[in-house]
């Protein structure tokens, strides 16, 4: 079955913290990933994705993520966190041969950046 | 920059009732979802549009939905007589190409059920 895990529910760090958040996926192909954030009140947004190529793919806001295939994994990075970075991320994966394109999202991690 | 727009942003219904959620996509995009969050859960995938017609739908999907494209720009969920299950929060995303290129996702309808 298609199915994305989330490693972290609630992650809690002070200002210039390092981040990384854990995604691991089941897919029965070839995948693009996602990061998506959702800052409060607001909808979600992408932060970056993985189609193919590089597998250390940067995005917006100085996070980046890395494409590990043999583990299955596409876990999210930042060096140092900001407030501003408190928001719920949520990984997601879509197949690429004979698919309409839809998501499958893990549960998402609440990050909480303390000032 | 354009963006996907929902309406309403909340909607508080009678079990029973038939509610219909509204989506604007962005007007050059082909391809269009619908979400849905339970409180505390994760983002689920109900259906894909495209071509006028459902491209695929999850078990989730039962014949209480139903989608529409009625006028080339707006996108709609209806659901014919909502349960309290149906209390989440619905997503509208659109995506413009072929393939697993990036869905652009509206701000979300909370819908009550009581």
């Known amino acids: 079955a298609q199915s994305v895990s989330q490693h972290n529910h609630h992650v809690i760090l002070s200002e210039a913290a390092s981040l990384e958040l854990g995604c691991n996926y089941s897919y029965g192909g070839t995948v693009n990933l996602f990061w998506y954030v959702q800052y409060p009140g607001q909808h979600l947004q992408l932060l970056l994705k993985y189609f193919s190529g590089d597998p250390l793919v940067k995005g917006i806001k100085g996070f980046e993520a890395e494409f590990i295939k043999s583990k299955f994994s596409f876990n999210l990075r930042k060096p140092s966190v900001q407030w501003s970075d408190t928001a719920e991320y949520f990984c997601a994966v879509n197949g690429i041969s004979g698919n309409t394109g839809k998501l499958i999202f893990g549960q998402g991690t609440t990050l909480q950046v303390k000032p | 920059e354009p963006e996907v727009t929902q309406t309403p942003s909340h909607q508080v219904t009678q079990m029973g009732q038939e509610v219909i959620l509204r989506c604007v996509p962005i007007?050059?995009?082909?391809?269009f979802y619908w979400y849905r969050q339970i409180l505390g859960q994760k983002v689920e995938f109900l259906v894909s549009?495209?071509?006028?017609?459902?491209?695929?739908k999850s078990e989730i999907f039962d014949d209480q939905f139903s989608v529409e494209r009625p006028d080339g720009s707006n996108f709609t969920l209806k659901i014919r007589s909502t349960k309290l299950e149906d209390s989440a929060m619905y997503f509208c995303?659109?995506?413009?190409?072929?393939?697993?290129?990036?869905?652009?996702f509206g701000p979300g309808t909370r819908l009550t059920v009581l």
């Open positions: 549009f495209y071509n006028n017609e459902i491209s695929e």
């Open positions: 995303a659109s995506r413009a190409d072929r393939g697993g290129g990036e869905q652009f």
């Open positions: 007007s050059n995009h082909l391809y």
